[in-house]
């Protein structure tokens, strides 16, 4: 089956507190994103990247690109005013029957164990979504307070959230709602059963300082296993 | 007022794969623990600390403790079954009207400005307990299958759990109950509301070897910081 990986580093980045979006920081010399398209292209030798581009950043992107192991398989794409758009955008690509990975730019660290499980488990149920369980205690707001939930059944969701091309597409044709706020959620929308999959603890999104210290050494210690 | 922190290290550790339970594994030197005592006894010169640890592990305790800055303000207690019953057991010796920090021993990065304001929130509200607002989706597990929770609602736990002392002594007089995971959720069994305070994403728990090496560059971040 063909694959197509979305990586939508469409984002702004304020919550680093740099002008520079977090996706185009530097991890080992290396921009967040270049690490994560890397490792899609690494995962399958026929994957095909889309990759989603806030308007700004086009050059930026192309710069990445010709840095990467395989520039022919990747496209450059523009984001849109939401993360739904800005996925939409990117699917509107994908012309043949094929799984799609949707994945965020700075969760570079994402392994090729978790990249295979989501695809193997997309073939099998038509969606895959990376989750895993909480080690705290989590509450929900309320209007007049606030509520404890069992932690045993809070799951963390991650990406790549995979699905199989007409599952995603078809969803993506519906107009925008607010409830959007990930890929599932727009699946979810027209009655498909959501198929959570085993996360992982070091598949982490890099949205603060303190989360590019982590992915440092997560990275180095990815890095002495391989070579070791 | 007069304050007490209850530092719970009954755990096995068993998450870590080692045979060392968690809070004594060392970070620049010394056990985790001693961190997390340090952290509350620096951060008020009056307090006194209630070490709960397991039966087979108070002669380590003991050497822990006469390492502090103050061994007599600590007392060292047997945990019991289960959280709660390890709380319990802690909080007896609690008899003066006072503020009561239930925290952690794995959580040894907690800030002299996180302390004090659950201090200050307590006296105020009777309760404080430290929160931290998700970076993912949540999803929550049902009988069939899962549902997404709207994120900017959901709340993460962190500890210290701070109450007024009639509060939480009269709240661990009740029997136990599975439903209780943390002191918040004993107390609010009582009709009484729980009062949430911004936590930090820095205090972290550590449960997992990959949470150790974050300690170990948080603290050191935390030191050059406080060295320079």
Not at 22 to 47: M, N
Not at 93 to 117: E, G, K, N, T
Not at 175 to 182: G, L
Request: hydrophobic share 40%; glycine share 6%; charged share 20%.
């Amino acid at each position: 089956m063909k694959k197509y990986a979305v990586i939508v580093a469409a984002g702004s980045g304020l919550r680093m507190g740099t002008s520079t979006p977090k996706q185009f920081l530097l991890l080992h010399g290396k921009p967040i994103v270049w690490h994560t398209i890397e490792a899609f292209l690494h995962a399958f030798d026929d994957i095909e990247i889309i990759l989603v581009m806030a308007d700004d950043y086009m050059d930026t992107g192309k710069k990445i690109i010709q840095t990467t192991k395989s520039p022919d398989h990747i496209r450059l794409t523009a984001g849109g005013e939401t993360r739904f758009h800005s996925v939409k955008n990117g699917i509107q690509y994908i012309h043949h029957p094929s799984i799609v990975f949707v994945h965020d730019a700075v969760r570079c660290l994402v392994s090729q164990a978790l990249i295979h499980s989501c695809y193997h488990a997309a073939m099998e149920k038509g969606n895959a979504i990376p989750a895993i369980k909480s080690t705290d205690s989590i509450r929900i707001e309320k209007e007049n307070g606030n509520e404890v939930v069992d932690r045993n059944k809070v799951m963390i969701i991650q990406t790549p959230q995979t699905f199989q091309s007409d599952i995603i597409k078809s969803a993506f044709a519906q107009d925008y709602s607010e409830i959007f706020t990930d890929e599932a959620s727009v699946v979810e929308q027209q009655g498909i059963k959501i198929n959570l999959v085993e996360g992982e603890k070091t598949n982490i999104k890099i949205t603060q300082p303190i989360d590019l210290i982590i992915a440092e050494h997560l990275l180095k210690s990815k890095i002495s296993k391989s070579s070791g």
